[in-house]
């Protein structure tokens, strides 16, 4: 039904009276009235009443308070409840004067005592009931309107506290000014009407931003609103605040002069100290709290672009923390992160005002020093940072003691130029770094300063390192084998896996030339996995068709030692080729295994509970404490080749080979010579008891389809295998009759 429709069907008058005769009275006292244009329905119980009513047609209720299925009281109440809007008059019975008062109370419109009514009384009483209770409706929408708009000027203010955010309204005809609620608890200014609001306002302005801020109240800029100025408003509690106010106009005159302006002052002091808090970060680094990368090279870009009149120099220094790696691998990351902080906070003790000090990630760090005077005082800064940053490492606060002790080296390039010369920063920093690099490879802990030499040695060096990577991925990488002997008799017990790189233009290359890139960069982790894999492979098909089985000797470099997987890819190599783990050695040399002597321990532990065993590589060039060495879960020393070159004719590499023999077997170690090239020095090892070997006397490494030493049945039986040196058919060496050490030579067979 439309409303249309409701307006058009009559209402209905509603008598409630179970007195048939009382019932006609009153319907007849209502036809005189023409019925009051309303349809009248009788019903006779409450319950048929209150129904009706729900209906929502009912106009007005005459209600008898006698019911048959209801106390009075009752079926008001059930009415009021089912149409609360719908009024009603009350019938009362004879003397009933309190109870229709009563019913009043309880929202009556109206009440009439039976039979003591003039006849009329009931239309009017109905009339009047209706309009009442019309104008009650009336007033009750009114009221509700009026708490409505209130609660939506609370939830306005209540939104503006939240965002911090007042807003203003100026007429711009009347002068009148409206200022709301926050931006009065904002400003700490109360009672403001009028422009003179605006001056108010504008003088809590921080002094800097008064001028810009004068444009939020300013006709002229109206015209060309929105106004967007953020400032500084001093608060008379002496705090500042950053707000960023905003104006538009909002009407117009007939010629386009704005008459009404609209604006808002938004407190937005937070997100003003976050957004710095970001920008703060982009420039600095999170660690350490140094500034970054892209700050020192801006700054190194502005001194470089301005010439000097006192022709001083600017030095910029790349400085890498020693063995930083290892501390945060051996350690943990948390007490690397600690180191770094403790190494930042170091070489800032050592630097100047001027100085700038930046951190270029991981352990690297860079100065720009500006007018340095001459080559001297570059190095004075040099000798400075090397002091602090060996100092021992305590980072305030710091009440783990995992670093206590614990001191660090740094290796520094140093590269100079001089402000105006067309220099490029990024250049600049990148010959620093090239002389550090050369730092490192001449041994760590000391500063080289850039030449040119350097630059083209470090080309090479990416050169190689890019070409290095290709190489892996094809099979350029070949393992060449060097077979190892018993130096009285020429017969081969083994071989040592030697790599080669085939390099498509410069030939074949030898380890030392590819080997350290591979190690630096980390491609020597899966180049000495492919070695393994390869030297375990072809010596497991030599074996297949020898009596006497050999055994194969792989170098392994720090990196791969230091590798977590190591000891499961040597399984894997194992596994897949089927060489008996005790045919397999491994060779380290004494600087890698001293490097980090505890966790090689471990490592070498590891492999060796694998069956596999372990050879000290160039024996005695590393000098390191030789009672830790030999303390080292070891198998084999090999001697190096540099001592052997000194043995011949009772040279003094033969004193030392003949120490190294009697502390082998006091040991219960193998030995092996290597570098054997003259006949001489194979005679006076067989002399000493030596009785394995290597060297280009008895050939030089191979590819395996050239090793036709091994390509043999080779001898059956008595052959001393490379570990154990039993006496054999032949006549015993003097070495003979090794103790046993640690019974792990004995466990091995
Ligand atoms: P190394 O393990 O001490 O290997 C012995 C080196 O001496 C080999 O050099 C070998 O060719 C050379 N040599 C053998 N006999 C003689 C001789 O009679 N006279 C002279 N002057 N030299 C001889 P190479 O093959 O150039 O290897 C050099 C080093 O490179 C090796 O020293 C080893 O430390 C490393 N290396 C070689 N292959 C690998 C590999 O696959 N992985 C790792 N990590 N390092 C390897
Ligand atoms: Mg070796
Ligand atoms: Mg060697």
């Known amino acids: 039904m439309t409303d249309g429709d409701a307006a058009r069907v009559p209402g209905v008058l509603l008598l409630v009276e179970d007195d048939p005769d009382h019932a006609f009275l009153v319907r007849r006292g209502l036809v005189d009235h023409g ?3 309303l349809v009248v329905v009788h019903l006779s119980t409450a319950s048929d009443a209150t129904e009706r009513v729900a209906q929502g047609d009912v106009r007005c209720v005459l209600l008898d308070l006698s019911l048959p299925d209801a106390s009075g009281m009752e079926a008001l109440h059930a009415l009021r409840a089912a149409d609360a809007s719908v009024p009603i008059v009350v019938l009362t019975g004879l003397d009933s004067n309190a109870m229709g008062i009563q ?3 309880v929202g009556a ?42 609660l939506r000027e609370v939830q306005l203010s209540e939104a503006q506290r939240l965002a911090r955010l007042g807003s203003w309204e100026w007429d711009v005809l009347t002068g009148e000014v409206l200022w709301s609620d926050e931006l009065q608890r904002l400003t700490g200014l109360s009672d403001v009407s009028g422009v003179e609001a605006f001056d108010r306002y504008l003088a809590l302005v ?7 801020a004068g444009a939020l109240f300013s006709i002229e800029a109206a015209e060309d609103s929105p106004v967007v100025v953020r400032h500084r408003l001093v608060l008379r509690s002496g705090s500042t605040r950053w707000i960023q106010g905003h104006m538009t106009a909002a009407g117009w005159d007939e ?21 710095d808090l970001l920008a703060h ?18 700054r190194l870009a502005r001194v470089l672009a301005a010439p000097r009149e006192d022709r001083s120099l600017v030095a910029v220094v790349f400085l890498d923390v020693d063995r930083f790696k290892w501390v945060n691998d051996s350690r943990s990351h948390a007490t690397g992160d600690r180191l770094l902080v403790g190494v930042a906070r170091a070489l800032e003790r050592a630097l100047r005002p001027t100085d700038t000090l930046a951190r270029f990630g991981g352990d690297e760090f860079v100065v720009l020093c500006e007018r340095v005077r001459d080559e001297e005082d570059v190095l004075d800064i040099v000798a400075r940072l090397a002091t602090v940053i060996e100092e021992p490492v305590a980072v305030e606060g710091d009440h783990d003691d995992d670093l206590a002790g614990v001191t660090v080296t740094a290796s520094m390039g140093v590269a100079t130029a001089r402000p105006g010369d067309p220099v490029d920063p990024e250049e600049l920093v990148r010959d620093a770094d090239i002389a550090m690099y050369r730092a490192k490879e001449r041994g760590r802990a000391r500063f080289e300063v850039f030449d040119e030499g350097m630059r083209e040695r470090a080309t090479a060096r990416l050169r190689i390192q890019s070409e290095l990577n290709a190489a892996l991925q094809t099979d350029v990488l070949k393992v060449h084998f060097q077979p190892v002997v018993h130096p009285g008799t020429g017969i081969v017990l083994g071989s040592e896996a030697l790599v080669r ?13 590819f080997i350290p890139h591979a190690e630096e960069t980390g491609l020597i982790v899966p180049l000495g996995a492919a070695v393994l894999r390869t030297a375990c492979q072809v010596t497991a098909q030599w074996n297949a068709a020898r009596l006497e089985p050999l055994n194969v000797a792989v170098n392994l470099s720090a990196r791969q030692l230091a590798d977590p997987q190591l000891t499961q890819v040597v399984g894997e190599a194992l596994g897949a080729s089927g060489l008996p783990s005790h045919l397999l050695c491994l060779e380290v040399t004494e600087t890698v295994v001293m490097e980090d002597a505890d966790a090689s321990s471990r490592v070498l532990e590891q492999l060796r509970s694998l069956g596999v065993s372990v050879a000290i590589d160039d024996f005695g060039t590393g000098y390191s404490s030789l009672a830790y060495l030999l303390s080292l879960p070891v198998d084999l020393l090999k001697v190096d080749r540099s001592f052997v070159a000194a043995v011949d004719d009772g040279g003094p590499g033969e004193a030392i080979v003949t120490a190294v023999l009697a502390l082998a077997r006091t040991l219960g170690l193998g030995v092996i010579a290597e570098g054997v090239e003259t006949l001489a020095q194979r005679e006076a090892l067989a002399r000493l008891g030596l009785r394995h070997a290597q060297g280009w006397l008895w050939g030089r490494a191979v590819e395996p389809h050239a090793a036709d030493w091994a390509w043999t049945t080779g001898p059956a039986g008595g052959v001393p295998p490379l570990l154990v040196d039993l006496p054999s058919s032949r006549p015993p060496w003097p070495d003979e009759g090794t103790p046993v050490r640690n019974g792990r030579r004995g466990e091995r067979r």
């Open 501 to 513: 790189w085939h390099h498509p233009e410069r030939g074949v290359l030898a380890p030392e030339e």
């Open 35 to 37: 019925g009051l244009g």
């Open 281 to 298: 970060q982009a420039l600095h680094d999170t660690l350490t709290g140094l500034v970054n990368r892209e700050v020192l090279l801006d």
């Open 255 to 275: 010629d386009g002069n704005p008459v009404r302006v609209l604006g808002t002052m938004q407190d937005i002091t937070e997100q003003k100290s976050t957004e």
């Open 109 to 150: 419109q109206d009440y009439l005592v039976k039979g003591q009514h003039a006849p009329d009384a009931v239309a009017r009483a109905v009339l009047f009931a209706m309009e009442r209770a019309q104008r009650q409706e009336a007033e009750r929408r009114q009221a509700q309107l009026g708490s409505t708009l209130q």
């Open 206 to 212: 921080a002094e800097e931003d008064r001028g810009e």
């Open 103 to 105: 019913a009043l109370q």
